[in-house]
């Protein structure tokens, strides 16, 4: 069975700075891998998403993500985040195709402070 | 906006009680599927419907059901509501390359 954890429950950062959010999955097949963003009382809005290719990834509003087959990882990052950053992220993963079921990890809250 | 359009926003409702909630994808997408978001659980995935037919089945319990019509909108029916139903309710459409995109979401309060 595939699962995805996210190692940071909480996010703390100051606006302007860069900030990475981790994400590890486990798999046994081949994997296609997304990042949403959740803001406040809103649905989940896709990211990014990894299906073949470059392992370098570029998504909306600035981040990017990379894909690490090795290490099976696909961290988020933005070098610079605004205060409208603030939102839960979801890594999910879909195993086999992907257009499967997605599995997500538990969410990584960024509060972007002043 | 994505397109998946959910309604409706919010549900409240009383225990033992049976609710539905209605999603309709986006324009020619022909999958739908349906997630749980709760605060102990967190994101889960329910069912799966593709032009009509069941095509994957999650952690859906024995009370709910869903369909998926000829117009490709789908319903998810929830009965004999408890407590713990009450969660975040998304549904989602796949694209062209089976990326997911989710709609609002209906919100379900069972009290």
């Known amino acids: 069975a595939q699962s995805v954890t996210q190692l940071d429950s909480q996010v703390p950062v100051f606006e302007e700075a860069p900030v990475e959010l981790r994400c590890n999955y486990s798999?046994?097949?081949?994997?296609?891998l997304f990042w949403y963003v959740q803001y406040p009382n809103q649905g989940l809005q896709l990211l990014l998403k990894?299906?073949?290719?470059?392992?370098l990834v570029k998504g909306i509003n600035g981040f990017e993500a990379e894909f690490n087959k090795s290490q099976t990882s696909f961290h988020l990052r933005k070098p610079s985040v605004h205060i409208s950053d603030t939102a839960e992220y979801f890594c999910?993963?879909?195993?086999?195709?992907?257009?499967?079921?997605?599995?997500f990890g538990g969410g990584t809250r960024v509060l972007v402070k002043p | 906006d994505s397109g998946v359009t959910q309604t409706p926003k919010h549900l409240i409702t009383a225990t033992g009680q049976r609710v539905t909630l209605r999603c309709s994808p986006r324009?020619?997408?022909?999958?739908v599927y349906w997630y749980q978001q709760s605060l102990d659980q967190g994101l889960q995935f329910l069912i799966q419907?593709?032009?009509?037919?069941?095509?994957a089945k999650g952690n859906i319990l024995e009370r709910f059901s869903a369909q998926q019509f000829p117009d490709l909108h789908s319903e998810l029916n929830l009965s004999s509501l408890e407590l713990g139903d009450s969660a975040l309710y998304f549904c989602?459409?796949?694209?062209?390359?089976?990326?997911?995109?989710f709609g609002p979401g209906t919100r379900l309060t069972v009290t």
């Open positions: 798999s046994s097949v081949s994997v296609y």
């Open positions: 999910a993963v879909a195993q086999g195709a992907a257009g499967n079921k997605l599995t």
């Open positions: 419907y593709y032009n009509g037919e069941e095509r």
């Open positions: 324009s020619g997408d022909l999958s």
């Open positions: 990894y299906l073949s290719g470059s392992t």
């Open positions: 989602a459409s796949s694209g062209p390359r089976g990326e997911q995109y």
